[in-house]
């Protein structure tokens, strides 16, 4: 069983390793990310440069929810 699992695993492994995998992998994570990355900052150099700085402020809710009613 265990010979078994170690020949499927490197067959695996081998297809997800092809160029064309690898592209439709790539393409399908950029996708999914797309909605985070369009709600980004449009000023995301000002953020760094803040950063950098050493000057981020944050702003925290302690009896926040996020909890929606139904």
Known sequence: MLDEART????FLKDQMKPASLRKTLTHEVMAMLPILRRLPRRLDKIAATLERGSLTTNTRL???SIKSV
């Not at 499927?8 to 067959?11: D, K, M, Q, S, Y």
């Open 8 to 11: 499927f695993a490197t067959e």
């Open 63 to 65: 009896f926040a929810t």
